[in-house]
């Protein structure tokens, strides 16, 4: 046969029903479906537990050395690959709002990467001090304002950060960050790290002041700022036994015995047309013809759908990865469909005719 007549063939099985082409895309459609979304569910719940993770500081490692940190050396921290951020602090004078003079606010010096672990909110065009959401909540302030004290002198707001009472360690949810240079010596320094090394870790050691190191005071401490959510989070073993990590085989399978059972429940039909003389090379053209187009309708539904759904629960950041995942199982389930109905068309010989037909 030619291939003009082939085609014309496969199409009129479509057209005709034959192929049962409308049970074979609802079916397929479902099964590469349902796995994409159940990939893409999983793995944004995972990215969710990070985020979490990350938003309540539990990333955050204080290294608590009165006096003892440097704040140069603290900075530094930053340039490691896993850091995302380091700061040092230390306590300062108090602070006195003209609004509230009976009320102390408690203020902290900090180095210039501080802020930034944090996530505080900032206008760099500005100098001037970090305040916490809570305190500027309670007096009305926003970024660029001025906070007037007690002593008649104002000082900007540069930015404002986040502190919520959520397990982390207590005493800056009310306080005021003041940026300072980096020279000299603070009581603590607090470094962002992401993905979390024990490597990473134990470079924060290294922001202790020559007499901090040589010091056995037992107060110098490492820990992290908020325990509460677990001392660490291993995305990637998280990642690797996930439930869906079988899923493009699974997906594979299912899709070879759809393929099979679909040109199974043909097998009388593809016994006539090799009796009446078709080839069967031309057969097995035929076939995955109808399997491709049958491929395409459904690519057509459930690619979109994988997509819009990706694009509601996954950031941009991890989007492209996630989407990757997502369509193994979609690509691992069209290939064995069509590996499978061309197995299956394959085992059918001409010399079975009368016994299919006996079975119907």
């Known amino acids: 046969m030619r291939l003009f007549s082939i085609c014309s063939e496969a ?9 049962r082409c409308v049970l074979a895309i609802l079916s397929i459609t479902i099964l590469v479906t349902g796995s994409s979304l159940f990939e893409i569910s999983t793995s944004s719940g995972i990215l969710r537990q990070a985020r979490q993770y990350r938003n309540a500081g539990g990333n955050i490692m204080v290294l608590n050395a009165t006096g003892g940190v440097d704040g140069q050396a603290c900075e530094r921290l930053s340039k490691l690959n896993d850091v995302q951020a380091s700061g040092a ?17 408690p203020s902290y010096a900090v180095t210039p990467g501080f802020a930034r672990v944090l996530h505080a909110t900032q206008n760099d065009k500005v100098q001037g001090i970090f305040v916490s959401k809570e305190l500027a909540k309670t007096f009305g302030l926003h970024e660029g304002d001025n906070l007037a004290l007690r002593d008649g002198s104002q000082t900007r707001i540069r930015g404002i950060y986040r502190y919520p009472d959520d397990g ?3 005493g800056y ?18 470094v962002s790290i992401w ?27 490492l820990g992290q700022l908020n325990s509460s959510l677990g001392s660490s989070f291993d995305g990637q073993a998280l990642y690797r036994h996930r439930s869906t990590a079988f899923l493009p ?3 594979a399978c299912a899709g070879a015995i759809l393929g099979y059972a679909l040109v ?21 053209l035929q076939i995955c013809i109808e399997s491709l187009i049958i491929i395409s309708v459904s690519s057509a539904i459930s690619v979109p759908i994988s997509y819009l759904a990706a694009t509601e629960y996954v950031s941009k950041t991890d989007r492209l990865q996630v989407l990757f995942n997502a369509s193994l ?4 389930a069209y290939s064995a469909y069509v590996l499978g109905a061309l197995g299956r068309a394959l085992a059918i010989k001409e010399k079975h005719l009368f016994a299919y037909f006996k079975e119907r």
């Open 11 to 19: 199409w009129r099985s479509i057209s005709s029903g034959s192929s």
């Open 89 to 105: 602090i230390r306590e300062s004078d108090q602070l006195t709002a003209s609004a509230l003079p009976d009320t102390k606010i």
């Open 168 to 170: 982390r360690t207590p």
């Open 173 to 190: 949810s009310y306080a005021v960050l003041s940026p300072t240079l980096s020279t000299g010596t603070f009581d603590a320094c607090w």
């Open 195 to 221: 993905p979390q090394t024990s490597q990473t870790e134990d470079m924060i050691w290294s922001a202790l002041t020559p007499s901090a190191k040589s010091d056995k005071d037992s107060s110098i401490t």
């Open 249 to 251: 085989i699974a997906a």
């Open 264 to 284: 199974h429940v043909r097998r009388l039909e593809i016994a006539s047309a090799l009796h009446c003389g078709v080839s069967k090379p031309a057969l097995m």
């Open 329 to 332: 199982p979609i690509l691992t």
